[in-house]
């Protein structure tokens, strides 16, 4: 199944550590965030990530575990990953907002994650997502993602868990911290 293995599985983490999954459609940007989170720099190699990849991450009074998972294979992938979701103090989807093609598939993505964790993970874990990709002309707006995705729909399913949507730009930095601000104090368990 040639999975990347950033660390060992979970257990190894001190219990201190938050879970964030970030995910996603493939090349959105969620390694290039993880990295500009990490170090500060942009991410220079353009590697599709296999599986699913892990980081940790200092931030703020907060050290964050910081999961990767989405990409071409996600429906196959996505009986494994599902567990990570459970377990998680905070999700975010990544989003590229040059892609108006995909954007479709990435509220269905969203849909089979939130179909998966609605009445067993506490609706205080939030949902961020990150508009990416916002440096480029053009690029959708939040709130063009934020009804692209459906998100207020979300509200009529009995759905309390709180969500926002944040323009990004992995390479800069620009709002990245933003969004984490908003998770962190969003997230009831954080
Ligand atoms: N212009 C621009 N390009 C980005 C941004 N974030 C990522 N990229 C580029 O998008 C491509 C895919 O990024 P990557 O982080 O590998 O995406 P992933 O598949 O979601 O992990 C790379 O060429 C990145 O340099 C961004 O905010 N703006
Ligand atoms: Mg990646």
Not at 5 to 26: A, Y
Not at 78 to 100: C, E, I, M, N
Request: with cysteine; hydrophobic share 35%.
């Amino acid at each position: 199944m040639g999975m990347t293995l950033g660390k060992p599985f979970s257990g190894f983490f001190q219990e201190t550590e938050q879970r964030i999954v970030l995910f996603g459609l493939d090349g959105t940007g969620k390694s290039s965030i993880m990295h500009k989170l990490k170090t500060g720099e942009t991410l220079t190699t353009n590697m599709p990530t296999i599986g699913f990849e892990v980081e940790s991450i200092k931030y703020k009074d907060s050290t964050l575990s910081i999961w990767e998972v989405g990409g071409q294979q996600r429906y196959k992938m996505f009986p494994l990953w599902k567990h990570y979701f459970h377990q998680a103090a905070g999700l975010v989807l990544v989003v590229d907002s040059t892609d108006r093609n995909r954007i479709e598939e990435a509220k269905n993505f969203l849909n089979m994650v939130i179909d998966e964790i609605q009445g067993s993970v506490p609706d205080s874990v939030a949902i961020l997502v990150y508009g990416n990709k916002h440096d480029v002309p053009g690029a959708m707006s939040a709130s063009e993602i934020t009804n692209k995705l459906d998100l207020a729909s979300l509200r009529k399913k009995n759905w309390q868990r709180n969500w926002h949507t944040q323009s990004s730009c992995a390479l800069s930095g620009d709002g990245l911290h933003e969004g984490l601000d908003w998770l962190l104090q969003n997230a009831g368990r954080m």
